[in-house]
């Protein structure tokens, strides 16, 4: 089955206390990144990455690191996460081809993170 | 600047009944695409329905149609005979030809369906 994975799916952790969120895609996309959601301001992007080794900044990516070493895996780290952390974060894929604008982004089922 | 409004954060629909859902965009790009998503309680984010700047026909998928005025930079989507089960936060996103990396999202509305 084609899917986005993300574990863990709840956390609650500590300020300061260094964590990571894991993603992976089975579908072979070129394509990855991560949002976060908060209540009023819908999905904002932390980062992407367009391929192997290749990431970028989106909207909101103070606080967080990422790395694409292998194709299928696009971890999100939060090396010392503070209370305005506290968020949903989604990580999605997709594959670019076809329309360039209209492909569509697959979503991982969500990260549920409590920062104290 | 906000580039997705969604000006209802909550909606009340009647079972069977048809809904509107609000969403209008900012963009000085000419060409541009428009999704709308749905977020059941359970968190997932589900696809419905894409519209291209350019496409001349207002899309539809089953039950969901984009209602979809360029020039008044609106993209509605419509849900025709509404079930129990479309009661969940629906969001509005736009991706740019400029920057096709994101994809911006609105704020989201929440539709609760009534039995």
């Known amino acids: 089955e084609a899917q986005v994975t993300q574990n863990p799916r709840y956390l609650i952790t500590v300020t300061g206390k260094k964590l990571t969120v894991t993603c992976s895609q089975n579908?072979?996309?070129?394509?990855m990144s991560w949002y976060r959601q908060d209540p009023g301001l819908g999905l904002r992007q932390i980062y992407y990455s367009m391929n192997v080794e290749v990431t970028d900044k989106g909207d909101v990516p103070e606080g967080y690191k990422v790395s694409r070493k292998e194709k299928r895996n696009f971890p999100l780290i939060l090396e010392s996460p503070s209370p305005n952390q506290t968020s949903l974060y989604f990580c999605?894929?997709?594959?670019?081809?076809?329309?360039?604008?209209?492909?569509?982004?697959?979503f991982g089922p969500g990260t549920r993170l409590t920062v104290t | 600047a906000q580039k997705i409004t969604q000006t209802q954060p909550g909606m009340f629909v009647q079972e069977k009944e048809a809904v509107t859902l609000d969403c209008t965009y900012d963009?000085?790009?000419?060409?541009?695409?428009l999704f709308w998503y749905k977020q059941p309680s359970s968190g997932e984010m589900i696809f419905l329905i894409y519209?291209?700047?350019?496409?001349?026909q207002n899309a539809t998928e089953g039950r969901y149609s984009l209602n979809f005025q360029k020039a008044r930079k609106s993209a509605n989507l419509v849900i025709s005979a509404s079930q129990l089960g479309d009661s969940a936060m629906y969001f509005c996103a736009m991706r740019e030809a400029y920057n096709n990396n994101d994809m911006r999202f609105g704020a989201g509305t929440r539709l609760t369906v009534k039995p």
């Open positions: 579908m072979n996309h070129e394509y």
């Open positions: 999605a894929s997709s594959s670019r081809t076809g329309n360039a604008l209209g492909y569509e982004q697959y």
């Open positions: 519209q291209g700047s350019y496409d001349e």
């Open positions: 963009t000085s790009d000419q060409s541009y695409g």
